[in-house]
């Protein structure tokens, strides 16, 4: 008798302590349901993650389990008709907040955000980079994250304007290379990188960072690929630098008064700084 007098106890304290949690939910859904009203008419009835991990009482996994669930039933009900995803962030933020461990979520959770075909808007591509990010947070030796955080950047964000354009190849760049760096088996990937850096004007750093993941990878035909690369970018470098010292040699050579004299002279008068080169065998090479 005295242990049923104790559990019943037990269940009231239980009962009294949910009741403020309860009327916070329940405003917590109206608020919601004024705020959270997609195109299609349908609303988001799912509590704040923070209160939503509160209410589960340590069974955050068996939550984000459920939610992800009725994610999935949500996508697919919307992908057959209007393809109205409007709530699809919040099921998201939701998951991730009660269980950030769940690889699937990231993975096809990133490729639901880029499902909407014809009507896919740039906060729709930015919506699966942020989940990316996240899950590149958490997964930091996934070199899958990171490569498609950089193909979004670069392949799937639109603009007109050409300064974006060129920040949005930038750092999906950047982006790739993280992925070679973190030891993608993908071999092309640093001469991607490098390619879109020197496009960007910034031949100099592409150098540098091949030079890096030639020192760094394991992988034997990554290695080739870059070693194929890095000759041709340090012969271009070399033929631009050869072009700007003739430029100035010639600019020098013609101020100087001295015209009548051969030029092959000149040099030893009067030429500009040392060349960025050797002369070999007749065959110039970098100093």
């Known amino acids: 008798m005295p242990r049923l007098w104790i559990r019943s106890l037990f269940v009231l304290v239980c009962f009294l302590a949910l009741i403020p949690n309860l009327a916070l939910v329940k405003l917590s859904l109206k608020r919601r349901a004024l705020s959270g009203r997609s195109v299609s008419g349908e609303r988001y009835y799912l509590p704040p993650p923070r209160l939503l991990r509160a209410l589960t009482f340590g069974y955050n996994e068996l939550a984000a389990?459920?939610?992800w669930l009725r994610t999935i039933a949500y996508f697919t009900d919307h992908l057959t008709t209007d393809r109205d995803f409007s709530n699809l962030k919040h099921y998201m933020d939701t998951i991730v907040a009660l269980d950030d461990y769940v690889k699937e979520v990231y993975r096809f959770g990133a490729s639901m955000f880029m499902s909407r075909g014809v009507r896919q808007t740039n906060e729709d591509v930015l919506a699966a980079i942020d989940l990316l990010k996240k899950a590149h947070q958490r997964f930091p030796k996934d070199p899958r994250y990171p490569f498609s955080?950089?193909?979004?950047?670069?392949?799937?964000?639109?603009?007109?304007?050409?300064?974006?354009?060129?920040?949005?190849?930038?750092?999906?760049?950047?982006?790739?290379?993280?992925?070679?760096l973190i030891g993608s088996d993908i071999?092309?990937?640093?001469?991607?990188?490098?390619?879109?850096?020197?496009?960007?004007?910034?031949?100099?750093?592409?150098?540098k960072h091949l030079q890096e993941l030639y020192l760094t990878t394991k992988n034997p035909a990554m290695r080739a690929q870059i070693a194929a690369k890095l000759r041709t970018l340090q012969a271009a470098n070399l033929a631009e630098q050869l072009d700007r010292y003739a430029q100035q040699f010639q600019q020098r050579y013609?101020?100087?008064?001295?015209?009548?004299?051969?030029?092959?002279?000149?040099?030893?008068?009067?030429?500009?700084d040392p060349p960025p080169f050797s002369i070999s065998g007749g065959v110039p090479s970098s100093s």
């Not at 193909?151 to 290379?177: C, F, N, S």
């Not at 008064?257 to 040099?267: I, N, S, T």
């Open 187 to 207: 071999p092309w990937l640093p001469s991607l990188a490098a390619k879109i850096l020197t496009e960007q004007g910034q031949k100099e750093l592409a150098i």
């Open 254 to 272: 013609k101020a100087s008064g001295l015209e009548f004299v051969p030029a092959d002279l000149f040099v030893l008068l009067d030429a500009p």
């Open 149 to 180: 955080i950089g193909a979004y950047y670069m392949a799937e964000l639109r603009t007109r304007d050409p300064q974006k354009r060129a920040h949005y190849k930038r750092l999906g760049a950047v982006w790739i290379r993280r992925a070679a």
């Open 65 to 67: 389990d459920l939610v």
